[in-house]
């Protein structure tokens, strides 16, 4: 009875020494976290509608930035766009000549109407007046009198619209006609700007470098503005997307250094860097109540891959190694 007695304390013992040696070597372990790859993908399309012309690339190839990649048929906007030039210089035409005002020639001509018109309700006056004294004798009828006094009234009348018209030739046009004009010689400017703008936008670029992921139609389609084209890997920037319980989220600083390994390459790791931890938890349960269920919080990582290569690829499962000096602390 004593020997078993002795025998069930000597593995407790033993258990509880094996214990405390198995705590202390995971506390001397480095901090070890399981990802995946995460690569930007940009689905490319044209700004402007039309029928897609040609695609200068495939699946695959690899992509520069500022590269054409496709183009649309330009000929639609070529012509509306020298039809927007062609209303500017009309407007143009139009502003300068209400800026410029009237020529010299047309104020000689409404000066000599003046002097016509001055004439003109001279001799109606004094007709008029002669008018007056034949019927203060009664050598004529007051309708003689009557006509004569009409003609004086339009001649004088004559006179003043043709000094008014004078008046407007030297004096220009109202300052609200050539604010119109010079308006609507913005408008023309602009609308130039924005058929140069349509006629550039049917030219596909790539807006970074990257690989050609999907090709999703073919020359001769009808597309709409907006429709997807094609989809585009970019090779900058790279990052994996880990995962760190509570216990140990003191170890993830932003800036802080990290090994990630692949399967393929396990001898042969690539640099990284924490660019990203969130504020807020995942995967939180409903209600947090004791100790242990606090345990199961877990916040994201963004870790950016320094180094990157093209065997790096969308979703590819990694391992996150930290330095030595990063300990798994539990205490």
Do not use: C
């Not at 992509?63 to 183009?71: D, F, R, S, W, Y």
């Not at 924490?274 to 939180?284: L, N, Q, R, Y």
């Not at 877990?298 to 030595?324: C, E, K, W």
Request: aromatic letters at 6%; proline letters at 5%.
């Amino acid at each position: 009875m004593r020997k078993s007695i002795a025998a069930v304390l000597a593995v407790i013992v033993l258990l509880a020494v094996g214990g405390w040696l198995w705590q202390q070597s995971q506390k001397d372990k480095p901090l070890t976290l399981y990802g995946n790859v995460d690569i930007r993908t940009v689905n490319m399309s044209f700004r402007v509608s039309g029928r897609l012309e040609a695609l200068n690339v495939d699946e695959g190839d690899a992509i520069k930035a500022g590269q054409e990649l496709g183009t649309l048929d330009r000929a639609p906007y070529v012509n509306a766009l020298h039809q927007a030039e062609a209303n500017a210089q009309a407007a143009q035409a139009q502003y300068d000549l209400v800026k410029a005002g009237y020529r010299a020639e047309e104020i000689a001509q409404a000066a000599a109407a003046v002097r016509q018109a001055q004439a003109v309700a001279a001799y109606a006056q004094n007709f008029y007046q002669r008018q007056q004294g034949l019927w203060k004798t009664r050598v004529i009828p007051a309708n003689d009198l009557e006509n004569a006094r009409s003609s004086r009234d339009q001649a004088q009348a004559n006179l003043k619209a043709a000094q008014d018209k004078l008046n407007q030739f030297r004096t220009g046009n109202r300052p609200q006609e050539i604010a119109q004009a010079k308006a609507s010689l913005a408008q023309a400017a602009a609308r130039v700007a924005q058929s140069k703008l349509d006629l550039q936008d049917t030219t596909l670029v790539a807006p970074s470098d990257g690989t050609l992921l999907t090709r999703a139609v073919e020359p001769g389609t009808m597309l709409n503005a907006g429709n997807p084209v094609l989809t585009l890997s970019l090779t900058r920037p790279v990052w994996v997307r880990a995962y760190i319980d509570e216990i140990n989220l003191g170890q993830a600083q932003p800036g802080q250094t990290v090994l990630i390994y692949t399967d393929g390459r396990p001898d042969k790791p690539y640099q990284g860097k924490i660019g990203f931890v969130s504020p807020t938890a995942e995967f939180t349960p409903k209600t947090v109540e004791t100790p242990d269920l606090r345990t199961d919080l877990v916040y994201r990582l963004r870790i950016i891959v320094t180094d990157p290569d093209n065997a790096l690829r969308q979703g590819m499962p990694v391992t996150v190694h930290f330095s030595d000096g990063a300990r798994n602390d539990r205490r």
